[in-house]
């Protein structure tokens, strides 16, 4: 049988992808090599942790709760219990995975892919070896964690995202290498469950991609909540000791110290899985192991399309993947469908406070050269997030003066990655500054808080 779409890998990508082609009547079969269907998103990634992070939030309360007048008598938290939820919630929407694959007529194969020539996959599965045919083949293999040189994830004092979901206890120290959405999303949860986290970070910020000013603001709440923030640190000589990780770190003012944690989380980047997907036997383009694609996810291969982690030139999120997934079948499909725009993907990291994102930051829309005008709104003039007890962070607009073309928005405060929809939506509808000043925001909310910063684009804010 000759399919009209075989997609290679199950996560957030190739999944949604598999719907949609199920849903525009395409023959569709995904091939997976894992056991369950969800990716490194849903298996050990976005979804474990956030729930991880929610169980460390409501923690949080728990820690003062005489402070909202609720009088709680030692309450304890049950680490194996954590981990029994997190798991129940992966293997429900594992299974919901697997029902949208029978509900959209996908056929799922097991097995391990490998491009051949003309459009024919080889996949070695447990039935042994066998050649699927498509018409158009979709690649979505995602990524895994980078290393640095010479050490090796082993489950025990070394870990990556994967291990460090499955700890059957909560660490006394942990050092943290890398301070992207990995490094402080894990920081934020083992810091509230007691850990002693140490993040080290070669570039001069926490979250580098984000605006300045929120990678400020977040390192200020980290220390304040008692994790140890290094920037500008540069690691070397990771050594093994029989229940602990030691490291020399060159501190950003030269001192040099060594360290010893209980273990030791390596968060440098995730590197595309192309390398034994058979690539060779097509005419795709790399880019540093990256796969090349045009605008509707087309590489130079005929029929061969790539979307999420491994393509070169938008960032390894989830929802890129799906919204990449939506516009090569489209594409598949004959449809009228409307490339990506990178500069309206929104960013969601899940600390406490949360960050989201979308658009330039100031310092980007700068260099570009628009005349910029930002506005500022702190969460702490916000009454809905003072009775949240969250009012650390801001919204800030980055806008372009002349015709008040919104060009960024950055928040970091209580649901800013909730919040951050808003800001996409504005953008996605191209509203300006001036339209955004006149949309009714509700009260009390603390999205009011995005309201107010457009207001003070103009110096306008009502409550500060
Ligand atoms: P990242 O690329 O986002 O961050 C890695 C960080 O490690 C960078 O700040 C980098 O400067 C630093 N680094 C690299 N080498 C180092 C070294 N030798 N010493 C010290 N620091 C070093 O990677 P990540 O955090 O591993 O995340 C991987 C991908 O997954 C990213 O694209 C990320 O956006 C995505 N992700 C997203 C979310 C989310 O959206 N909530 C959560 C987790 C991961």
Redo the contacts with the bound molecule.
Sequence with gaps: MTYDVAIIGGGPGGYSAAVRAGQYGLKTAIIERQPRLGGTCLLV??IPTKALLHTADVWDYFKDPGSQGIECQNPQLNYSKVLDRKNKIVTKHSKGVEFLMRKNKVEVIKGNARLLSGGRIEVEGAPGKQTVEAKNIILATGSE?RM?PGLQPDNELILTNIEILDMPSIPKSIGI???????V?FASIFNRFGSKVTI????PRVV??EDEEISKELEKHFKKAGIRVETG?R?ENVRKNAKSVSLSATLTNGNKEEMEFDKLLV????KPNTEAIGLENTRAQQDRGFVKVDAYQRTSEPGLYAIGDIVAGT???AHVATAEGMVAVGHIAGKQIRPINRNRIP????TDPGIGSVGLTEAQARAQGFDVKAGKFPFSANSKATILDKHEGFVKVVADATFGEILGVHIIGPEAFELISEAVTAMEAEATVESMMSTIHAHPTVYEAIGEAFNNVYGLAINI
């Design positions: 990634g976005c964690a640095l290498i890398g301070a992207g959405a990995v490094g999303e080290l970070e070669m570039l580098p991609v640190a690691v968060a440098v980047g995730r960032p390894q999120l960013g969601a990291t899940y």
